[in-house]
């Protein structure tokens, strides 16, 4: 079967009080092994019955997404965990405690009734408790832990809007649950909870810094910077470009008036080129430009609203055509390391130093 030819149904759902009649089928189609988009709080997951391997399997066919890359197990309780992970060591009970329900996915000892297909073949499993109102009600409703990667096609930015998940996925998914613009606007920070200290293998929604007020010290893993150079990260995710538009990114970094004055630069190189330039910068720099396309992604310093702005203004290249896209950095902290670690990966490793 092309799974293109699939009919998509869209169920709007009030994200505050999803009612139980909206749910309802779409759970139940989940149960039986159907794949159901949903929001969470950070972005829109594509979900399957975490228990059912062929369900999980129908996951990466629909996304394209390379066999070796794990999902993560999203649950509504705690009493859940028994089926997921074999033990739960006492910092992970204290950031449980401290971030869920909430954008922290831990990874812990995977048990064995989760299937090979969620955890990529891998001893450990990523599990979250998300806190959106209809992953919730999704996950009760369903009776079953459910894993969801991003609802968007592999390597494309996360899905941040029900939208989003139709430009990627109609006609490849069943049943798209219509929950308006998520929060967050990034993925969970995902941890490694089965070495000691802990280490952190994605940015994300919970900053480093909120982490170690909990659990004290975190190590980074040096995939989360910068470009892995091993063909073998500790978190098989990272090795993929991920989050870009159709029109190669590169990203600008430096103190502000150096890195304006590079993408003026640049720019112009383009242009003498012929190619049509587009502009990723603060709300702040919007007038330096003179490209076609100058979109911004909120105040330099205001990090929790580029966050959310991101994936957005991302896709937005694609509908204005542009050949190539100049994006200017943000500092990298708090929820900043997150914003940076997208856009470097957006860029591929096109990144220039002023
Ligand atoms: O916010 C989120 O986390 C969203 C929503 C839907 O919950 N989900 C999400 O899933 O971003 P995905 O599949 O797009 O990203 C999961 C990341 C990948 O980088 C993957 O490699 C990593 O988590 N991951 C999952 N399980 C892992 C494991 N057992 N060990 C190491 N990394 C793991
Ligand atoms: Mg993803």
């Known amino acids: 079967m092309d799974v293109r030819e699939m009919h998509t149904e869209v169920v709007l759902v009030s994200p505050e009080a999803p009612s139980e009649e909206a749910i309802a089928p779409a759970a139940a189609a989940l149960k039986a092994g159907h794949l159901v988009a949903f929001p969470t709080e950070t972005v829109y997951g594509l979900g399957a019955n975490a228990l059912d391997g062929a369900a999980v399997a129908q996951i990466f066919a629909a996304k394209g997404r390379p ?8 649950v509504a309780d705690r009493s859940a965990l028994g089926q997921v992970v074999r033990e739960i060591p006492p910092k992970a009970i204290a950031l449980m405690d401290g971030f869920w329900p909430g954008p922290l996915t831990l990874v812990l000892p995977r048990q064995e009734a989760i299937p090979t297909e969620v ?7 990523g599990v979250r408790m998300p806190s959106h109102p209809i992953a919730l009600a ?38 798209v649950l219509d929950g308006g613009e998520t929060g967050v606007g990034l993925e969970s920070t995902v941890l490694d909870l089965t070495v000691d200290p802990p280490v952190l293998l994605r940015p994300g929604g919970v900053t480093v810094e909120q982490l170690q007020q909990v659990i004290g010290e975190v190590q980074i893993d040096p995939g989360v910077n910068g470009v892995v150079h091993t063909s073998r990260p ?3 995710g990272m090795k993929y470009t991920h989050y870009a538009p159709k029109a190669p990114v590169i990203l600008v970094e430096g103190p502000v008036l150096r890195m304006q004055a590079k993408i003026v630069d640049l720019t112009a190189e383009y242009q003498v080129e012929g190619k049509r330039v587009g502009i990723l ?8 430009y003179g490209a076609p396309v100058v979109l911004d992604y909120g105040g ?18 694609d509908r204005h055509r542009v050949d190539v896209v100049l994006a200017e950095a943000v500092p990298e902290t708090g929820i900043g390391l997150a914003v940076m670690n997208r856009l470097r990966r957006a860029a591929g490793g096109k990144v220039v130093s002023v």
């Open 281 to 288: 910068c603060a709300t702040e720099s919007m007038g330096r």
């Open 67 to 74: 066999a070796d890359n794990p999902l993560i197990v999203h």
């Open 138 to 175: 999704l996950i009760r409703a369903a009776g079953v832990p459910i894993a969801a990667p991003s609802a968007n096609r592999s390597g494309r930015p996360s899905p941040t809007s029900a939208e989003h998940v139709l430009e990627d996925m109609v006609g490849r998914i069943p049943w």
């Open 119 to 125: 955890s990529a073949g891998l001893a450990t499993v």
């Open 300 to 317: 330099r310093h205001q990090l929790d609203m580029v966050a959310a702005n991101l994936f957005r203004a991302l896709r937005a290249f």
């Open 234 to 236: 500790r978190s098989p």
